[in-house]
C-alpha cells in the first residue's frame, strides 16, 4: 500500500479544499457549490472565487463538516458493468462505494466510466492529482476494448484516427485497430486522450458501428493485469509517482 501525508496547508479555493478532503473531483465540487449544498462558517457559498483557510473555517457539504484526509490514498479498481461511478446516487441500487467498503477514507473516482462500461478506474482523495489527470491541456492516453457492431472498414478507421465532429467538437487524434473479426460484430482496440462523456460510444456510433460492450483496460502505463471484475489494490509508491510525473 503507498499513502502520501498531507502537508500544512495554506489560503486555497473552496473547490481545491473540498477535492483534498476527498468529497469529489475538484469540476464536481464545483457543480456541489453552485447546488448551494456548502457552508463555510455557517454562510451559504455559492461563489467558486471564494478561498478558505483550513486551519481556520469550518466547511460543511450538506451540513456535514469537511476536514482534510490525515493521508493521501490512490486506489485501482476494476469496475464491474451496472455499477455508476458516482458517489451518489439515488436512481441507482449499485455505487462504486459499495465496492471499497473497506477504506476509511474519503474518495473518488478520477473520471468516470459509464454504467454500462467496466475496467478501470483510479480513486483517490488527492485532488492535485485528479486535477492533473483530468484537466484537458494534460493528455494521457486511455486505452479501451470495444465489441462493436460489424467490422468498420479502412476508410471509417482513417476517420476514426483524424477526429469525429461529436457533439459539435472535432475529436482528437486517437489510435484504432481491429483486433479481432467475427460474423456481424468486431473488437476494436481504442486509444484516446480526452474524457469527454461517452466518448468512445459516440465516436463508434458516428461511424455507424454501436458499442455491444466496452472495457477501460489502461491508463497511461498501469494496466488492470490479472485484478479481478469488482475488485481493487492500493497503487504501489511507483505507480503513484509515474502519475504525478505525467
Known amino acids: 500500500m503507498y499513502v502520501m501525508n498531507t ?12 477535492a483534498q478532503c476527498g468529497v469529489a473531483s475538484r469540476r464536481r465540487s464545483e457543480e ?6 456548502v457552508k463555510v462558517n455557517d454562510m451559504i457559498v455559492k461563489e467558486l472565487g471564494t478561498t478558505v483557510d483550513p486551519h481556520k473555517d469550518i466547511v460543511k457539504v450538506d451540513n456535514n463538516k469537511i476536514e482534510m484526509e490525515s493521508r493521501k490514498v490512490y486506489i485501482m479498481l476494476n469496475k464491474p458493468e451496472g455499477y455508476v ?21 474519503r474518495v473518488f ?29 494534460h493528455e494521457v492516453a486511455k486505452k479501451y476494448i470495444a465489441l462493436v457492431e460489424g467490422i ?22 486517437a489510435y484504432v485497430r481491429i483486433v479481432k ?22 465516436m463508434c456510433k458516428y461511424i455507424r458501428h454501436p458499442v455491444i460492450k ?29 502519475l504525478k510525473g505525467l
Open 7 to 18: 502537508e500544512r496547508m495554506k489560503i486555497m479555493r473552496l473547490q481545491k479544499f473540498m
Open 152 to 173: 468498420p472498414n479502412a476508410k471509417k478507421l482513417e476517420r476514426f484516427k483524424k477526429g469525429l465532429k461529436i457533439d459539435g467538437r472535432l475529436t482528437a487524434e
Open 214 to 242: 466496452l472495457k477501460r483496460i489502461s491508463i497511461g502505463k498501469l494496466d488492470l493485469g490479472n485484478l479481478e471484475v469488482g475488485k481493487w489494490r492500493y497503487l504501489t509508491e511507483k505507480e503513484v509517482r509515474y
Open 32 to 37: 456541489i457549490i453552485l447546488e448551494g449544498r
Open 109 to 137: 473516482p478520477i473520471g468516470r466510466l459509464d454504467l454500462d462500461t467496466s475496467g478501470l478506474l483510479l480513486m483517490t482523495n488527492d485532488g492535485d492529482l485528479d486535477y492533473k489527470l483530468t484537466h484537458p491541456s
Open 85 to 105: 461511478t458516482t458517489l451518489k446516487d439515488k436512481h441507482s441500487e449499485k455505487i462504486i462505494l459499495d465496492l471499497i467498503e473497506e477504506i476509511e477514507e
Open 181 to 202: 473479426k467475427y460474423r456481424d460484430s468486431s473488437v476494436l482496440e481504442i486509444s484516446i486522450h480526452e474524457g469527454r462523456n461517452r466518448q468512445v460510444r459516440k
